[in-house]
């Protein structure tokens, strides 16, 4: 077998680990479903009011559930980060990882096993929302080539963000701040984006924030596909925002790596046990 | 134990002026070191000592500052792929995956090591026999005590069959059963002819499994060599006897002829260097006429060893 073979198959074998630790503790992948379908109730039928009057131009005529579905899908995505950031730094912090780096393993293979895993999760943690969203009235208009689409778009951002998540993981000094740390991209930004309301409604400096933060193509671009708009270039600049964080990531999980090689984490026993006479 | 010292043809593993130091803190300071093929090596010393670097330098895990350091035959830093495929670390915290079941756990490391399917199984079955683990192989880990973790994170380094085995403090936090269980399990592995590099606090568990042993403090070895070698180095088990008044104590050190005497404590120490028999020759020679008010065996032990090689005793090295 040739490197690349031995690589691809080192991380199926990880991605297959992960995927058999969500089957084992399936409370991560709850989360991921259930925080964003709690969004999806709450601004749908108890906010959706108000916000829906208020839309005007930009819900073109459809309920506002058509125009929040495209962001919950977004809010799905972004909070599998928690899960990923956990699942990394619990690794890095146990000891599993000393015996994979002392095996002739492909470097690299652990972090893409998180990273595939987390793809494959998220995704399908957004079929499993969709179908929520069906049930509370959501309506595509969307053919089989813009479904695609979204499905790229929302795979992209999996990756790009599994990447972010699994740095913000390996950096993280303890699983709780691994978790803490992927918050801000879990509600902040999408919150500060166009996914509940149109950048545009928002004050000049947040708009501005709004405009150019990487969240708002990926929801304006899903957006258009999914009620059958114009998707003009927002898609390129989603997939573009996607390709840079991903390219971020992995060259900051790289220097991390590089680092870790000459600092010890392990923390040894303070106490020297005494010896029980056998 | 009176194993054969094996004829050691070939070097498993070969160190020469190895250095590492965090910041200030020098944890290891120009150690030179050599393990012959087959051998088990004991590297004693207590926490801190610079032990647990010295395994996560020599299986590829950490670089060190200086020095040369090869395991048969193959330079750690320039064919670090080679190395890894020859050895096997277990260390001192538990390393599996505590949420697939002991036989996913072999199956893993089965995967990563590009076993094909049939003797991946094959060779988990045959490993999960060996180490009484059959029984609890569909379960996760989390069920397991802490012997059995220890003994599938044995089972999980010997998937990949390596010739060379870091073993670091394998028994630490064991309870007694499963620290002879693991030191039978140590024998067998010596017997197959895996060399071993086992590091330990305890003079009784390096006595008993090494071939030959190096003794850290501090970062340097402070001596070197077989069990008895080292054994002869340091003050010998002894009893010490205590008496009622000095006419008594006047008496013993008369008729025994040998040991030290202490006249405030009233206490004269013997060495008993053959066990039960210095003992019964020393309670023959003594008599009915010498009163003995109390008796203990002392056996050597960490802080004996740590005392005569360095002066200091061996308490808490600051990490």
Known sequence: ?278 | MNRPIKNATRTAVSVTGLRKAYGEKIVLDDVDLSIGEGEVFGLLGPNGAGKTTMVRILSTLIPPDAGTASVFGHDLHSEPGAVRSLIGVTGQFSAVDNLLTGEENLFLIGRLLHLAPTERRARAAQLLERFDLVESAQRTPATYSGGMKRRLDIAMTLMGRPRLIFLDEPTTGLDPRSRRTMWQIIRDLAADGVSILLTTQYLEEADELADRIAVLDRGRIVAEGTPEELKRRIPGAHLVLRFADAASLDAAARSLREGSRDDTDLVLRVPSDRGIRSLRDVLARLGDGIAVEDLSIHTPDLDDVFFALTGTPSKEQNQ
């Open chain 1, 1 to 278: 077998m040739t490197a690349l073979t031995l690589a691809i198959h080192d991380a199926t074998t990880m991605i297959g680990r992960e995927l058999k630790h969500t089957q084992r503790f399936p409370l991560l992948l709850v989360g991921t479903i259930m925080v964003p379908v709690v969004m999806l109730l709450l601004f749908d039928y108890i906010l959706g009011g108000p916000i829906g009057h208020g839309l005007g131009n930009a819900a073109r005529g459809a309920p506002y559930v058509d125009f929040l579905v495209p962001g919950i899908l977004l809010m799905t995505v972004a909070a599998s980060c928690g899960p990923t950031a956990i699942n990394v730094n619990t690794d890095m912090t146990g000891g599993i990882i000393d015996r994979i780096r002392a095996m002739a393993v492909s470097r690299g293979a652990l972090l893409a096993g998180h990273v595939g895993g987390s793809v494959v999760r998220t995704l399908a943690a957004t079929i499993v929302v969709t179908g929520v969203a069906v049930l509370v009235g959501f309506r595509a208009t969307a053919s089989v080539l813009d479904w695609f689409a979204v499905v790229g778009i929302l795979a992209a951002l999996s990756f790009a963000l599994a990447w972010l998540s699994a740095a913000l993981g390996l950096v993280a000094k303890s699983v709780a701040g691994a978790n803490g740390s992927t918050l801000p991209i879990q509600f902040l930004l999408p919150f500060l984006s166009s996914t509940f309301v149109p950048a545009d409604s928002m004050p000049a400096d947040v708009r501005w924030f709004a405009a150019h933060q990487p969240f708002t193509p990926v929801v304006e671009s899903l957006r258009a596909l999914l009620t059958g708009a114009p998707v003009g270039s927002t898609a390129y600049l989603a997939l573009a925002w996607c390709a840079a964080i991903a390219v971020t990531s992995a060259i900051t999980i790289s220097a991390a790596c590089s680092r870790n090689r000459r600092v010890t984490r392990r923390v040894t026993v303070a106490t020297r046990p005494s010896m029980p006479s056998p």
